[in-house]
């Protein structure tokens, strides 16, 4: 069995429990999936390891990767580039691995462009008022940052409906499932299944 | 709950156990699965009833079915008309139940072309040769149907990859729960969840 990998791209609101979910889901099942490692020009913060955390690049290297047609996406946030080398995602969906990426909206809309194959997945709480309290349970964003996180997500909501999926995130274990058999079952979409389809036309030949 | 119904449409060489999937899946999730009701103008045969089996129609009816755009698909065999009453699956989706069509692949990818988003799966035994197998140990058929059977099924097999999914039929129960698992997960597409993420903009609305 050589199968090659799904790309899987999460995103969802800031308090949707994505990062947990994309935790759990590795934890659980680290022979099917492998988490994408971005790509950064900022600065490693203490313990941070190069092709762990992140793949820390200088500048002149970030723009050659760009350059080169070498990354999947890439943003600039506040002087720093971050975004994703393709190397790394192509040569872990080769080896089988269903490759996880999380990334924001826009990020996730020019992957698809250049993949149509990829999954998008969009995480969101219940409702609008259960991320805010989420948000405010946490007691580690003062009211300026959770404001800000609010506005953002009204943002990011007008986009959802360009995602596959949407992924509701009431109970964290329920949700893991949930995002595990999607996932398992976009294998047998067509498109994944060239194979099996070429190896059926050919076996009904001789008859 | 009033969500909007998946319609689903399967089709699949003849020998596939298509028909014994779709009957497992209504028998074990009535509440769930309705069966579209085909319309034809060939003559009922003993014990068939109109509008369980079969809606039986005159040519006259059909054709005026047909002008009025009242037809989801249909096509002429020997001479007798063959097709889906738009009517009765617009019911039963609007109803919330996801609607099953078993239909050829022609009339298949005329409602994926009018409904994209019609959920198409193509049923197949393993390999061509249980497939054949499968025909023989019926014993029901001569070699001359059979061998018609397989022509049919390379024919049918240049359009697999039109479809949505391609699902292997090796267990019997096993597929039905993979069948199943499938049509539940499609409801979370964003395409079926649009008044979730109304609901969820609206609600941001008020941050």
């Known amino acids: 069995m050589n199968k090659k990998g799904v790309l899987v791209v999460f995103s969802g609101f800031s308090g949707s429990g994505k990062g947990t979910i994309m935790k759990k ?10 988490l994408s490692v971005s790509a950064t020009t900022r600065n490693p913060r203490e313990g941070e390891r190069d092709g762990v955390e992140y793949f ?4 002149t290297e970030f723009e050659l990767l760009i350059d080169n047609d070498e990354m999947l996406e890439y943003a600039n946030y506040a002087g720093n580039y971050y975004g994703t080398p393709k190397a790394y995602v192509e040569k872990k969906l080769n080896e089988g691995y269903d490759v996880i990426l999380e990334i924001e909206t826009q990020g996730a809309l020019k992957v698809k462009a250049k993949y149509p194959d ?5 995480v969101t709480p219940p409702t609008a008022d259960i991320l805010y309290d989420r948000l405010k ?7 300026e940052v959770i404001a800000k996180r609010m506005a953002q997500a009204k943002v990011e909501a007008e986009v959802i409906d360009k995602y596959d999926y949407i992924v509701i995130n009431d109970d964290i ?19 994944f299944r060239a194979d099996t389809i070429d190896a059926l036309k050919k076996g009904l030949t001789k008859y």
Do not use: P
């Open 25 to 34: 889901l590795i934890e659980q099942h680290s022979d099917t999936y492998a």
């Open 56 to 59: 820390f690049k200088t500048i």
């Open 118 to 122: 990829t999954l998008l997945m969009f």
């Open 137 to 143: 349970g946490r007691g580690t964003e003062d009211d």
């Open 173 to 191: 274990d329920e949700c893991v499932n949930h995002v595990h058999e999607i996932i398992k079952n976009t294998h047998d979409r067509t498109v």
